[in-house]
T-cell receptor, first 115, second 111 residues
């Protein structure tokens, strides 16, 4: 079956702009989680959506937001971009979510560069 | 401070050598997972350990969960260049807020 897909794969923006990233989970998976990966901080948890509801949120400012649609596809939005937002953004899907110890299936990520 | 401390951060070895990566915490976790990430890809699950003292083997990889469920190790026997990648431990706890990845160990195996 098809894996997790993320679009776009690469994105270049300038400070102050906003960006929307998209994630399509594996069919049948209801949970989508988003992570930010940087060399200095590693993989940081942003938030998890399950059946269109945000179930948990990491320690990121309100500029980072997301949503999930009825088909489980998810989008993540970052407003008023800062240089420090440059990172690889990964989404992961699982059948029952992070509390269930289910395997998380990751997409290839979106590489965001903020100039 | 990191909830999960991985060591070492970098490991560069020759093909055929053995190595161990550690994942430690002061918190107790209900489960721990190890993932491997290759350049340009997302992490892929290697194993999930749940029971304190549990040992799981995956070909040349041996995973152990500490008795107190606060730490874990990954041992690779006779490493091969194909083992090169970023190894991440991931833990979920009784408190949802404890979900976290370790900083990762970058392993390079030279032919």
């Amino acid at each position: 079956k098809a894996g997790v897909t993320q679009t776009p794969r690469y994105l270049i923006k300038t400070r102050g702009q906003q960006v929307t990233l998209s994630c399509s989970p594996i069919s049948g998976h209801r949970s989508v989680s988003w992570y930010q990966q940087t060399p200095g901080q590693g993989l940081q948890f942003l938030f998890e959506y399950f059946s269109e509801t945000q179930r948990n949120k990491g320690n990121f400012p309100g500029r980072f937001s997301g949503r999930q649609f009825s088909n489980s596809r998810s989008e993540m939005n970052v407003s008023t971009l800062e240089l420090g937002d440059s990172a690889l953004y990964l989404c992961a899907s699982s059948r029952e979510g992070l509390q269930s110890r289910d395997e998380q299936f990751f997409g290839p990520g979106t590489r965001l560069t903020v100039l | 401070t990191q909830l999960l401390e991985q060591s070492p951060q970098f490991l560069s070895i020759q093909e055929g050598e053995n190595l161990t990566v550690y994942c430690n915490s002061s918190s107790v976790f209900s489960s721990l997972q190890w993932y491997r990430q290759e350049p340009g890809e997302g992490p892929v699950l290697l194993v999930t350990v749940v029971t304190g003292g549990e040992v799981k083997k995956l070909k040349r990889l041996t995973f152990q969960f500490g008795d107190a469920r606060k730490d874990s190790s990954l041992h690779i026997t006779a490493a091969q260049p194909g083992d090169t990648g970023l190894y991440l431990c991931y833990a979920g706890g009784t408190s949802y807020g404890k979900l976290t990845f370790g900083q990762g160990t970058i392993l390079t195996v030279h032919p």
